[in-house]
């Protein structure tokens, strides 16, 4: 099933329940938090008061991904903030096994994340634990970049993997995804769409509403 996870990185915070409530009413299923350390990627954007407040706002499936140095860390509070599902990425784990035991004892869907240079044979042993691989399109810390095309080879050869090991593994795009690029994302395989700008500029009803139809 394809799912739309819009980015609240690119909400207005003063604003932020009104402005996921419409992300929910047009018809979202998932909402993105892009949690960040400052140190994993260089800028620094919430953490888990926020979590714990979104989660009070909404029933959207809450797809938090972290960009956080050794991200095992935090999996036991960003858990108990109510995340339904948790990414970590391969490249600033200590021990990823062990950190996706950590998502898994809370019984909660696991995602690892791989930066557009990662190549995929990263995923090669732990991908029949997880549930979604998310392929970053863009350099991770930062909303509103172009998409790095040769990321969309990467999801293509990893559907093809997947498919091949039958496996049922998400793979979720983030970064660049509008609705100039949303259909090449598509079209290579994946089917969780990330989108900030895309959703949280303009008027955020009709750019969901707009996204979804493309994405059925
Ligand atoms: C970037 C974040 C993204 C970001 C995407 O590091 O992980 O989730 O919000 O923003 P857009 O869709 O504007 O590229
Ligand atoms: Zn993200």
Not at 81 to 93: K, L, M, Q, S
Request: with cysteine; glycine share 8%; proline share 5%.
């Amino acid at each position: 099933m394809n799912c739309l996870s819009p980015s609240i990185l690119a909400a207005d915070f003063t604003d932020l329940g009104r402005q996921i409530a419409l992300v929910e009413q047009a018809g979202a299923q998932y909402l993105h938090c892009d949690v960040m350390d400052g140190w994993f990627v260089p800028n620094i954007s919430f953490g888990m008061p926020v979590l714990e407040s979104v989660r009070k706002k909404t029933n959207l499936m809450m797809d938090v991904h972290l960009m956080v140095e050794d991200p095992a860390r935090y999996i036991p509070d960003v858990a108990d903030c109510g995340a339904d599902i948790i990414t970590v990425h391969a490249e600033a784990c200590r021990d990823l096994n062990h950190a996706v035991d950590l998502i898994k004892e809370r019984d909660l869907l696991a995602g690892v994340a791989l930066n557009p240079a990662t190549p995929i044979s990263q995923l090669t042993y732990i991908l029949p634990r997880i549930d979604m691989a998310l392929i970053m399109t863009v350099n991770p810390g930062l909303g509103g970049q172009a998409l790095v095309p040769y990321t969309l080879d990467k999801v293509r050869d990893l559907k093809e993997i997947i498919q091949s090991r039958g496996l049922k593994t998400d793979i979720e795009v983030d970064g660049g995804i509008n609705f100039k690029t949303l259909e090449r994302a598509l079209g290579a395989g994946a089917n969780v769409i990330v989108a900030g700008s895309a959703v949280f500029h303009g008027d955020i009803e009709e750019n969901t509403k707009r996204m979804l139809e493309i994405m059925k």
